[in-house]
């Protein structure tokens, strides 16, 4: 397993200086979500400040934004990183499609098929290897005149990851995704029995292996011996409510068998009531999704234990840079050993 950082945001001016020191520090990559702040526009500044560090959306709302855009601007940082482009793409909810981003959503797995396939197409014209000529049931793309066409890149190839929390995007990534970002809201239990199973049977739909999907998910983790163990634990509880109280995510409670919280949580939250939402987080569901260790080097070692065989990539959710690089160094090899 290999080690990366995942943050829910990060501002523009500081995202050169955050990838460099993830990069100097040894970690793999950097997932960045979109939350308050576009990804790609960080991205784009951390790219013209790393030489090594992988590169990721975690994840890029795909119904936000027509295939065309995506695609140049996943195209624009495959060039200015030389080929260090993760490209996490998400359905995102309903709620969000239709009432922040005044989009549509109507079957998202159908429509996110056409997405990922719409993209390569795309990207196959940039690169001349064929005209634009795509047409499907929810987009359509057949013009490009020399002005507008970004032209050829030395590493065309970029990697599409699919968001999955539910069976069915973990099938529809194992037929045609490079990769799956697994939400931060899963656990080790729920990704052996849910997860993989439904990553399989998509796996054997497309008679592919499964070497071929890389399998990445940000983790929650707390140290014991960390000065902030108690802002971090707070933290850790407040991030956990928040999605318990989304419906969408609901699967992974009733896996636990806590479906009965989550619907107290999804009540608090409707009625604006977020200040409430962390009491209802019992320990029992922290220890389910939060690793925790005395130290980063049983960290390690507690992270190999639960995860390995199912990620190929883990993300530590939060503030990255806080951890010394010694620590990281010693993390990070305890996973690849995984």
Known sequence: ????????????????????????????????????????????????????????????????????????????????????????????????????????????????????????????????????????????????????????????????????????????????ADGIVAHPFSTPEYLRDVGMPALAKGLARANRARSEVEVSCPVFTLVENSPTLAADESYVRQQLAFYASTPTYRAVLAHHGWSEIGEKLSDLARRGRFDELPRLVSDAMLEAFVTRARSHEELGRRLTKRYAGLLDRIGLYGDATEIAPGQVGALAELLAMA
């Open 1 to 176: 397993m290999k080690l990366d950082a995942f943050v829910t945001t990060l501002e523009i001016e500081r995202a050169g200086e955050y990838a460099a020191t993830l990069e100097r520090n040894g970690f793999h990559g950097v997932w960045i979500a979109e939350t308050q702040v576009d990804p790609m526009l960080s991205l784009a500044v951390a790219a013209t400040r790393t030489r090594s560090l992988r590169l990721g959306t975690g994840i890029a709302i795909a119904f936000a934004r027509s295939p065309m855009v995506m695609a140049m601007d996943a195209w624009s940082l495959q060039r200015a990183s030389r080929g260090r482009l993760d490209l996490g793409l998400g359905t995102q909810v309903r709620a969000h499609i239709e009432r922040r981003f005044g989009m549509p959503y109507d079957r998202p797995g159908a429509r996110i098929r056409e997405y990922v396939k719409a993209l390569r197409h795309i990207w196959g014209a940039f690169q001349h290897e064929h005209r634009l000529a795509f047409k499907g049931e929810f987009y359509r793309f057949d013009l490009m005149s020399p002005f507008f066409d970004p032209g050829p890149i030395e590493h065309p190839r970029i990697a599409i990851h699919l968001a999955a929390v539910n069976e069915g995007m973990f099938a529809v990534a194992g037929e045609l």
